[in-house]
Each structure stands twice: as C-alpha cells, then as structure tokens.
C-alpha cells in the first residue's frame, strides 16, 4: 500500500509518548470518517491537547470513540501518492456523468472523497467496486432532479 499524503501528514504529527511505538493509522470502518488510530491507547485514554490542536491547524476533524481516534479531512484533490490506476469502465461513467452535469454539491462531496480514497489504497479492483457503486447512486440521484458532489475529475483519472 501507498501512503498517500494525508497518511504521511498524520504520521508526522500523531507522535507517541516517549519511548513508546508509533500509533497504528488503519482506514475507518465509517463511512463518516476517513482514518482511525489507537492513539488514546498510546497516551492512557486521554490524548494530549497539543497534538488534537494540531490536528485541528492542518484541517483536520476528530472525535474520540473509547479507545479510537477517528479522523478526516476534506479532500478536493485526490492525495499525493494515492493511486495511480488502472481507471475502469466504472470510473470513465463516473467521469463522464461529472462532465455532463456540472451542477455540483459541495456539503455532499465528504463522503464520496472518502470512500474513493480508502478504495484508492485497497487496490484496483475495490476502486472499481467503489465507482461502480458510485455510478448507480449517481444515476438515481440524477433522476431524482437532485445535484451531483462536488468531486474533482482526477478522482476517476491521472
């Protein structure tokens, strides 16, 4: 797996306390939420004010849930060093809806960047899944008179 630019930004600021191991940061189970880490683990439940101040001066969001921190951080470019392709059938019709309807949604927009980036670093074939479902929920949005998210074109190509 890549680490894409948002992983590497996480890894620099999430710093464990002295002496101890390096947070894990696995992809969020939640749809709502782009990572996770079990940074409270680290720290005896309670993370330290610096580094959630931190977080929050880069951009990102957090809430913590018992032992994990969960975190994103609007993307409206793919991440550096995220995925590099194949582009499938699936993602040339999400494509193509995008330039066809230019009217966008940006307060929709989170949770497709979310999804297509934690598909992106599992691989080719949930990327593909991933578009592919985005396509169908694309259509049924369409023919529901409501607004595509608003998502950049190189989400779905180099």
Same mark, same amino acid.
């Given at each position: 797996?890549? *680490?894409?630019?948002?992983? &590497?930004? /996480?890894?620099a600021v999430l710093t =464990?306390?002295?002496? !101890?191991?390096?947070?894990?940061?696995? *992809?969020?189970?939640?749809? &709502?939420? /782009?990572?996770?880490?079990?940074? =409270?683990?680290?720290? !005896?439940?309670?993370?330290?004010?610096?580094?959630?101040?931190?977080?929050?001066? /880069?951009g990102w969001e957090y809430r913590q849930e018992d032992d994990r921190l969960q975190l994103r951080k609007p993307?409206?470019?793919?991440?550096?060093?995220?995925?590099a392709g194949p582009f499938g059938p699936e993602a040339g019709c999400c494509l193509s809806l995008l330039d066809r309807h230019p009217q966008r949604d940006v307060e929709d927009s989170g949770a497709a960047q979310r999804t297509l980036i934690k598909a992106g670093e599992e691989g080719e074939k949930a990327y593909e899944e991933t578009c592919a479902a985005l396509h169908k929920d694309w259509a049924r949005r369409l023919r529901e008179g409501k607004s595509l998210p608003a998502l950049s074109r190189r989400y779905f190509r180099i």
């Open positions: 797996m890549l *680490r894409n630019a948002l992983r &590497e930004e /996480l890894a =464990p306390p002295a002496g !101890g191991r390096p947070p894990a940061i696995r *992809r969020s189970p939640r749809e &709502e939420w /782009l990572y996770m880490t079990d940074l =409270p683990v680290l720290y !005896g439940g309670t993370v330290p004010n610096t580094l959630l101040t931190a977080l929050t001066g /880069l993307a409206p470019e793919p991440p550096e060093h995220w995925y």
